[in-house]
């Protein structure tokens, strides 16, 4: 507020996951509407590069990691980066965590190296090496242990609870044990003694229980309910039937049959196996305690905040592997908030054979954050390099290495290289640049013998592949497939331009079932099937596939299995229910969701790729068209309400059969009617859609207004 509202610039707040930048946006909008600034989203496809410069009012960015990247990236070239006043990054810890670490480090090192007037705020509860992180941003530390509500941490084994004390000898003192009592058929069930744990809290407080897995997520909410007394039912019983009507709603009168049977008792899941939809109308549902338990997996710990009276960890794996310190205090961290609770308390179960392991957890400090420019072979320092020279920050070696010294991998050389100098790192990352014909230059050594000189420039392929941000891995492929599909490009209808934005990285993620995949080739068109052979997939290899013979004709795999994806989302594009393709395709419905996301997102990337190469000229307005399409999958008429933000396909559906059928009606709503008109709304939910509608609004008239300005401004040359 201090940076938008009295320093008058710009500011940008940097978080993880797509979700919290949503939320961000919905609770920061009604702020912009009173004070008479921007709030803009850059998540998915959301998001203008450059941005527009705003003559009248400042902005406040909204990003994930990725978006945030681009848009330092837009700013820098167009000499724009000095009108970013303040930039703050939430769980700055991220930096340690592989590539996204490292989209997270390029973009902190450019904003330091290009712009003097820029503050950089970073937050995390979940740091250790601080002077490594204080070096790398030149910053001040301040740290604190105050915490609003008091946290108590536990230890149960067998039936005795433990309370964790750094000053015993083991880590922990007994505390006491666990009074309930079980039957036979019980302790069998339930060895962990969760119901006992849950039902000291539940119904009257809110609980969450951290499961290893996905499915045991599912299985632990069905176990509780079943030994769980009838007199939970009657509980908000109200509230609850609206909340499954919902959810069936959602998914077009089909509910999760665990979801229909926990929910009734207070309970629900949560995981990536939910659609965006149900996760939010399941986070909202625990907001306002209609649920009081959540079993999920550890992603919820990093994701909105859910917090609880208790947080109970059923296992200190996660999968296979042990926790981390950084993740056990990520989770525990969701008990006991400021304004919601009085206290809050986390039990760890665990077993006698991890008792070291979980006294060395509890007891250990923080993981380091170490530099991720040098994960997976150095594709970090890689992509780093190329917009580097792209944006002509630094185009000669030495200007490399000086830029590379004040990242975070700079500070950390002695931890990641032993042996190896700096500048023969740089030579070695430039090199398959080279060879993908991404970069071009000349070498040659200075007269001294010693020093390497390089004038660097990124080649067209280079310069579209930076400021897509397409995978160094894929860019070449990406290009090629690009061409050869101008040749022969089926425009009859969507599949094909759907297969040329089926993200590359998914295919390793989905394995065909031949028989599907052969059944939906017969349930297409002629003009439909005619894709099959353009992109390479044969309807006589398809065969085959499906009847268990051995193919002796080489097919490309990866095209094969990313033609695959690109059938399940021709059948999303097509209107259908993500339940019904999910099912279709005998695939996960979160999977399916996240598929459709990435592609939305691959897809606006495909489009600023073509937008760089004169050659695919074509293809722009075709993937304008397309990414657009992709981001909402639904009606036409409906995509001006899905573009608030928070606003989901069944929630526009309601607005529109409403009679709220445009971005201006909405923004003009009255939110008190809104919630008199529209089921299973909330007065709070109504007061956002309204600000959020209301801020979109205001940008889109504000984007037009500096449009006639730029229009209708005499050229200063003028005399």
């Known amino acids: 507020m201090q940076e938008i509202l009295c320093r008058k610039r710009d500011a940008l707040f940097?978080?993880?996951?797509?979700?919290?930048?949503?939320?961000?946006?919905?609770?920061?909008?009604?702020?912009?509407?009173?004070?008479?600034?921007?709030?803009?989203?850059?998540?998915?496809?959301?998001?203008?590069?450059?941005?527009?410069?705003?003559?009248?009012?400042?902005?406040?960015?909204?990003?994930?990691?990725?978006?945030?990247?681009?848009?330092?990236?837009?700013?820098?070239?167009?000499?724009?980066?000095?009108?970013?006043?303040?930039?703050?990054?939430?769980?700055?810890?991220?930096?340690?965590?592989?590539?996204?670490?490292?989209?997270?480090?390029m973009a902190l090192s450019k904003i330091l190296y290009t712009s003097k007037t820029t503050q950089i705020i970073g937050m995390s509860a979940t740091l250790n090496n601080v002077s490594d992180l204080q070096h790398f941003l030149k910053a001040e530390h301040y740290t604190s242990n105050f915490r609003p509500i008091q946290l108590k941490e536990y230890v149960k084994i067998r039936d005795g609870i433990y309370e964790v004390d750094n000053k015993s000898e083991d880590g922990f003192?007994?505390?006491?044990?666990?009074?309930?009592?079980?039957?036979?058929?019980?302790?069998?069930?339930?060895?962990?003694?969760?119901?006992?744990?849950?039902?000291?809290?539940?119904?009257?407080?809110?609980?969450?229980?951290?499961?290893?897995?996905?499915?045991?997520?599912?299985?632990?909410?069905?176990m509780l309910c079943k030994y769980l007394s009838k007199s939970f039912l009657s509980v908000k019983a109200k509230e609850k039937c609206a909340l499954i009507a919902e959810l069936k709603d959602i998914g077009n009168g089909v509910i999760c049959p665990v979801l229909r049977g926990t929910v009734p008792y207070g309970l629900a899941y949560h995981h990536s196996g939910l659609t965006n939809d149900e996760r939010k109308v399941i986070e909202q549902a625990y907001s306002e305690g209609i649920l009081c338990l959540l079993t999920c997996t550890s992603t919820l710990a990093a994701g909105v905040n859910l917090p609880a009276r208790r947080v109970i960890l059923r296992s200190p794996y996660v999968a296979r592997d042990f926790l981390k310190r950084n993740q056990y205090?990520?989770?525990?961290?969701?008990?006991?908030?400021?304004?919601?609770?009085?206290?809050?308390?986390?039990?760890?179960?665990?077993?006698?054979?991890?008792?070291?392991?979980?006294?060395?957890?509890?007891?250990?400090?923080?993981?380091?954050?170490?530099?991720?420019?040098?994960?997976?072979?150095?594709?970090?320092?890689?992509?780093?390099?190329?917009?580097?020279?792209g944006l002509k920050v630094a185009q000669t070696l030495d200007k490399i290495v000086e830029f590379m010294d004040g990242t975070l991998l700079g500070v950390q050389q002695q931890h990641h290289f032993n042996e190896k100098s700096f500048l023969e790192v740089m030579e070695q990352a430039l090199q398959p640049l080279m060879e993908k014909g991404l970069i071009k230059g000349r070498m040659s050594r200075s007269s001294e013998g010693e020093e390497m000189c390089c004038q660097l420039e990124v080649t067209k392929l280079g310069h579209a592949t930076y400021k897509a941000s397409v995978d160094l891995d894929y860019c070449d492929t990406l290009n090629m497939d690009l061409k050869k599909s101008l040749e022969g490009l089926v425009l009859d209808n969507y599949l094909h331009l759907i297969y040329l934005v089926t993200p590359y990285d998914m295919v390793s993620?989905?394995?065909?079932?031949?028989?599907?995949?052969?059944?939906?080739?017969?349930?297409?068109?002629?003009?439909?099937?005619?894709?099959?052979?353009?992109?390479?997939?044969?309807?006589?290899?398809?065969?085959?596939?499906?009847?268990?013979?051995?193919?002796?004709?080489?097919?490309?795999?990866?095209?094969?299995?990313?033609?695959?994806?690109?059938?399940?989302?021709?059948?999303?594009?097509?209107?259908?229910?993500?339940?019904?393709?999910?099912?279709?395709?005998?695939?996960?419905?979160?999977?399916?969701?996240n598929l459709l996301s990435s592609t939305a997102a691959f897809s606006s990337s495909v489009l600023h790729f073509c937008e760089e190469l004169e050659e695919f000229w074509a293809y722009r307005a075709l993937f304008t068209d397309l990414t657009q399409k992709l981001s909402y999958c639904v009606k036409p008429e409906l995509i001006p309400l899905m573009e608030v933000s928070g606003v989901r396909e069944a929630r526009a559906r309601q607005l529109y059969n409403a009679g709220y059928r445009s971005l201006s009606y909405l923004a003009n709503a009255i939110p008190d009617m809104l919630v008199k008109t529209i089921e299973h709304l909330s007065r709070r939910q109504a007061i956002q859609i309204v600000s959020s509608a209301k801020m979109l609004l205001n940008e889109k008239a504000e984007a037009l207004l500096e449009a006639v300005e730029e229009l209708v401004r005499l050229p200063t040359d003028i005399p």
């Open 173 to 222: 003192t007994f505390a006491r044990l666990l009074n309930y009592k079980y039957s036979s058929d019980m302790k069998k069930i339930d060895p962990d003694h969760l119901i006992a744990l849950v039902t000291e809290i539940i119904p009257q407080h809110s609980c969450l229980l951290f499961c290893p897995t996905k499915k045991n997520c599912e299985n632990v909410s069905k």
């Open 509 to 593: 993620h989905c394995t065909p079932d031949w028989m599907i995949y052969f059944r939906q080739f017969h349930q297409l068109d002629v003009i439909e099937q005619n894709v099959f052979a353009a992109v390479g997939v044969p309807e006589s290899f398809l065969t085959k596939k499906a009847s268990g013979q051995a193919v002796k004709k080489t097919v490309n795999g990866l095209v094969v299995k990313r033609f695959y994806m690109s059938l399940v989302l021709y059948s999303l594009f097509k209107e259908m229910n993500m339940w019904s393709v999910a099912q279709k395709f005998n695939l996960p419905r979160g999977f399916t969701q």
């Open 14 to 105: 940097i978080l993880p996951y797509v979700a919290i930048v949503q939320e961000k946006v919905r609770d920061l909008s009604a702020f912009g509407i009173e004070c008479n600034f921007l709030v803009e989203e850059y998540a998915g496809s959301k998001g203008r590069f450059p941005p527009f410069k705003h003559r009248k009012k400042n902005s406040l960015y909204i990003a994930t990691i990725e978006k945030a990247h681009s848009l330092v990236n837009s700013l820098i070239e167009t000499e724009r980066i000095n009108s970013l006043g303040l930039v703050v990054v939430d769980e700055l810890h991220m930096l340690g965590e592989g590539s996204r670490g490292a989209v997270l480090e």
């Open 329 to 389: 205090k990520q989770m525990i961290g969701r008990a006991g908030r400021a304004g919601i609770d009085t206290e809050g308390e986390s039990i760890l179960i665990t077993q006698e054979q991890d008792k070291k392991l979980v006294a060395d957890l509890i007891s250990k400090p923080m993981e380091c954050c170490y530099s991720s420019l040098i994960h997976s072979s150095e594709k970090g320092i890689k992509d780093l390099l190329l917009s580097l020279i």
